[in-house]
């Protein structure tokens, strides 16, 4: 194996956090602000992208940095590494209601393709890199744009998404239809596209939008049954609306006097 065998254990419902355990000198990398809690002798060290290209001089660096900054991400990830004598642990939580997944990437061919940010954590030596959409229509109407992440390696990692995960193994020609923004992760071997909804008043009215993301076995899809997408827009849409002059016409002191505050 080119990655470090890491354990794990996941504690939780709807707001998880996972607990990484690390033997001497093993390392995990994970995004920027994702860390929950670590014990001592655990070295925390920030950076370039993935950390897979660290012997590739600083050319290497630079292009593993880029990737992430193409996907909308940070430039820097953050390494945690076990530099005492016995077993250590480290855990990184979800940022938002949701799920995390634990992805063994050696069952998926060495590679899985994944939403922009649905990467949590990984044992080093899994590459974060980037995986442009082929086809003109699923980059502009696939709800993930041309570009998406893909991780590859031999080695554990985690993605998280929100709601409840559901996993659906497609055989070789069974097709399945979501809506564009449920979409969490696939395997490389699962042909994605989008189609347009079909009938005018069910594209104008059905408040579900005009495309719908298509996939196509043979492979394996995690589906989320609340993009963070969708649980933004409930939030806002109910927050009081306020006025000019910082004031609010309902709700003193709720989630909209808070952005007031933010704001002055």
Excluded at 174 to 182: A, V
Aim: proline share 3%; with cysteine; glycine share 16%.
């Amino acid at each position: 194996m080119n990655n470090h065998e890491i354990d794990y254990k996941l504690y939780g419902d709807d707001m998880q956090f996972v607990e990484v355990e690390l033997d001497p000198n093993e390392t995990v990398i994970a995004e920027a602000g994702s860390l929950m809690m670590m014990d001592d002798q655990i070295r925390m060290e920030t950076i370039f992208g993935d950390g897979a290209h660290s012997g590739g001089g600083l050319m290497g660096k630079l292009m593993g940095a880029g990737k992430r900054l193409i996907t909308g991400e940070s430039l820097f990830m953050t390494t945690f590494t076990n530099v005492g004598s016995g077993k250590r642990h480290v855990s990184f939580a979800s940022p938002y209601p949701g799920k995390i997944i634990p992805m063994d990437l050696r069952e998926y061919n060495g590679k899985i393709i994944c939403q922009k940010d649905a990467f949590l954590a990984a044992a080093k030596g899994v590459t974060v890199g980037v995986e442009f959409q082929r086809r003109l229509g699923t980059g502009f109407f696939g709800g993930e744009g041309f570009i998406m992440q893909k991780l590859e390696g031999d080695g554990m990692a985690f993605i998280h998404a929100g709601g409840t995960i559901h996993r659906r193994d497609l055989q070789p020609g069974e097709t399945l239809r979501l809506d564009t923004g449920c979409l969490v992760a696939m395997t490389s071997n699962v042909d994605y596209n989008i189609e347009m909804v079909s009938g005018v008043k069910t594209a104008l009215f059905g408040g579900e939008g005009l495309f719908l993301a298509t996939l196509s076995g043979p492979g394996t899809v995690w589906v989320q049954s609340l993009p963070f997408s969708r649980l933004a827009s409930r939030v806002f849409s109910a927050a009081p609306i306020t006025q000019g002059g910082g004031g609010q016409s309902k709700g003193e002191g709720g989630i909209g006097g808070l952005f007031d505050l933010f704001n002055k």
